[in-house]
């Protein structure tokens, strides 16, 4: 059963930091892209960056690009989002993403709040 489960948001200042996990299982995680997005209060989910099965490639929407970054750990079948400079604009659910032979699979996610 494939499962992934988001871990790592909170409250942050803006201008801060965070790095959120997601730890997933149940499938040959190394062999598949991960994936993600994100939905702020009010609004639909959006995309935030994916990541190739061997780490090589990396893609990530605009307004993130230098801002975050997208890594993983085949061994540990992790993977990450660092999060830096954050705005109060980032604040939204974080939600992990794997398509495995065409079925997207979710995790629960993580709620990141960027407030002073």
């Known amino acids: 059963q494939v499962q992934l489960v988001e871990s790592g948001g909170g409250l942050v200042q803006p201008g801060g930091s965070l790095r959120l996990s997601c730890a997933a299982s149940?499938?040959?995680?190394?062999?598949?892209?991960m994936t993600w997005y994100r939905q702020a209060p009010g609004k639909e989910r959006e995309f935030v960056a994916t990541i190739t099965s061997s780490g090589g490639t990396t893609n990530y929407a605009d307004s993130m690009k230098g801002r975050f970054t997208i890594t993983r750990d085949n061994y540990k079948s992790t993977v990450y989002l660092q999060m830096n400079s954050l705005k109060p604009e980032d604040t939204a659910v974080y939600y992990c993403?794997?398509?495995?032979?065409?079925?997207?699979?979710w995790g629960k996610g993580t709620l990141v709040t960027v407030s002073s």
């Open positions: 149940g499938f040959a995680f190394s062999s598949y892209s």
């Open positions: 993403n794997s398509r495995i032979n065409f079925m997207d699979y």
